[in-house]
């Protein structure tokens, strides 16, 4: 029956249908993956894994990381040191700038002692200076709301310790603060189309009117509390989620530039603590303070750095094949999920290739970003001077023009045309870790169709264990951006949130024991995986269209 079907079934059209099949087989050839390479990889990233004690040294001894201190100059020099004494080749660190002044803190004390003494949680906010010994002064709040509200509080300030946010309630959580995502939740990013998002995201407008209103008026704040002469600021982050228990959300406060105009002494503290302040202020009573804060700038060195490393190819030794994460932190934590996490799965991936002998036939290239907390300084510089950047568009600020400085500014950057240098033919992809210490579940396509198939055969050999999700969707905020700006293939893996916004994304509790270490080693030896599989394909990783493109004369 079979044959007779068959001869029926073999009419002209029937024949042409399975010659065009072929060809466009031959035109589209499945992705080769070496899968005794992937068993090796498997069991060295699994079995011996070095993932935990890379991170301890990161975070426990290294960590805060902020760009400029001396802790994020350490860091660049241990994993400089560390990589080398691994095996790889030309490890250095490559100078970015200028970023501006350093500052780091050695101690901060804050206790209400009148009516009831009570210590209370908080950290002093980035680039703003010491109080030059205890400042014990009143709290005041004053309720501004307007810019007409500024004037009932003329003259009423000076050597105060100035309350900032308004008294905000605490919710009970109901919902644990750790998650994983759904299936359900996987289906649906796999099945979305490319978003298309604004600077402030999908919100109305009316909301976007307030929130640059607000920022306005904070602004204006800050310069009437410090003519006013106030002596401390104190305030409480994150206005929006339910943030409590203890953890503090803290980033900048004062100017990088030392010849701007110095902020006062600025620090955040935990809701329920400034929530006892304000309630005990409402009823009539005064509240003393005792706050000190012991913190330096360092202006001996302007620069940035980026730590570098290499395992070197060998046919296609001249084309390159990048993996990292940023390396620089806020500095409450010990900037563990953000992100120790991707610079050790990076380290760890370079480690895994090293110890099983791997002779790639590109070059991989590893990165250690610092400067990606004030708008991917780092990663946009080294994108810069190696590959091209883009130009500022008409009457858009010129590259490095912008209140964040380095090339583009903050984290849109410029917007013009793309001009590119002769290593960014040479450039195949770029590989990113920057969502905390959640397990890989799946790979951003950031728009490019043709990244899909790839990625397909690529996580096959690791869908047992939970990464198996190929979204269209674009994900920003971090370093990958610095390379898909330029034209080049740049990815950020899908991970689990776990604490990440809930607990430890710039907070205190950003620390050690917020890791999970079955995930971080998944993470590491998918990493592992792809940064081989790159570079041993056979052609360059497929690009998506950049249009406005030139080639630089120098």
């Known amino acids: 029956m079979t044959n007779r079907y068959f001869k029926r079934a073999m009419t002209p059209i029937a024949v042409l249908l399975i010659f065009c099949l072929t060809v466009g087989a031959q035109v589209a050839p499945v992705e080769k993956v070496d899968l005794e390479m992937m068993k090796k990889i498997r069991a060295e990233g699994l079995e011996r894994s070095q993932i935990m004690e890379t ?7 290294h960590g805060p990381r902020l760009t400029g201190s001396p802790k994020m100059k350490d860091a660049n020099e241990w994993t400089k040191n560390k990589m080398a004494e691994w095996g790889l080749q030309n490890a250095h660190l490559e100078s970015w700038g200028p970023f501006g002044r350093g500052w780091s803190f050695d101690k901060v004390s804050i206790h209400v002692t009148e009516p009831t003494a009570f210590p209370v949680i908080g950290y002093p906010k980035a680039w703003t200076p010491g109080t030059n010994g205890p400042v014990v002064a009143e709290a005041v709040f004053p309720e501004i709301n307007t810019e007409a509200d500024f004037e009932k509080y003329k003259g009423k300030l000076k050597g105060a310790i100035v309350l900032a946010s308004p008294l905000r309630p605490v919710p009970a959580q109901f919902s644990a603060p750790a998650l994983r995502y ?32 607000a920022q306005r008026i904070a602004a204006q704040k800050a310069t009437f509390f410090k003519n006013e002469g106030a002596a401390v600021v104190v305030d409480i982050d994150r206005v929006a989620g339910n943030v409590n228990g203890g953890t503090v959300f803290v980033q900048s406060g004062g100017p990088r530039d030392k010849n701007a105009p110095q902020s006062l002494p600025s620090v955040t503290i935990a809701v329920e603590h400034y ?10 009573l005064k509240v003393k303070m005792e706050i000190d804060i012991k913190a330096q700038f360092h202006d001996e060195d302007p620069m940035g750095y980026n730590t570098i490393a290499e395992i070197p190819g060998s046919d296609k030794k001249d084309e390159v094949v990048m993996l990292g994460g940023h390396l620089d932190s806020w500095h409450t934590g010990t900037g563990a999920t953000d992100n120790a996490a991707g610079c050790a799965v990076a ?15 590109r070059t991989i290239r590893v990165a250690l970003w610092s400067g990606e907390e004030q708008g991917l300084l780092g990663s946009r510089a080294y994108v810069a001077q190696h590959f091209g950047a883009r130009q500022a568009a008409q009457g858009q ?8 400085g380095g090339p583009g500014g903050g984290f849109g950057g410029p917007q013009g045309p793309v001009v590119t240098k002769p290593e960014h033919e040479k450039f195949s992809v770029y590989f990113n870790l920057d969502n905390g210490t959640g397990k890989i579940r799946g790979v951003y396509l950031q728009g490019n169709e043709a990244a899909r198939t790839v990625f ?32 080049l293939p740049g990815f950020q893996f899908i991970q689990d949130e776990i604490e990440y916004d809930a607990r430890t994304h710039h907070s205190n509790m950003d620390v050690y024991e917020r890791m999970q270490a079955d995930d971080m080693k998944q993470a590491a030896t998918i990493m592992a995986a792809f940064v081989y599989n790159a570079a041993m394909r ?12 030139q080639q630089a004369t120098r």
């Open 347 to 361: 380290m760890e991936a370079v480690r895994i290739l090293k110890a099983l002998g791997v002779q790639p036939r």
């Open 456 to 487: 397909r055969a690529w996580l096959a050999p690791f869908n047992d264990l939970g990464a198996s999700t190929i979204t269209i969707r674009n994900t920003g905020g971090t370093d990958h951006l610095a390379f898909d700006g330029v034209g």
């Open 182 to 213: 759904t299936d359900e939740e996987l289906l649906k990013m796999a099945n979305d189309e490319a978003e298309q998002r604004g600077a402030f995201g999908n919100m109305t407008d009316e909301r976007r009117q307030q929130l640059m209103q």
């Open 397 to 404: 600020p010129a590259a490095g023009a912008r209140p964040g």
């Open 55 to 61: 991170l301890s040294w990161l975070t426990d001894v």
């Open 538 to 549: 056979e052609d360059k990783f497929p690009r998506k269209p950049m249009p406005g493109t």
């Open 275 to 284: 929530g006892r302040i304000m309630r005990t202020l409402q009823k009539g």
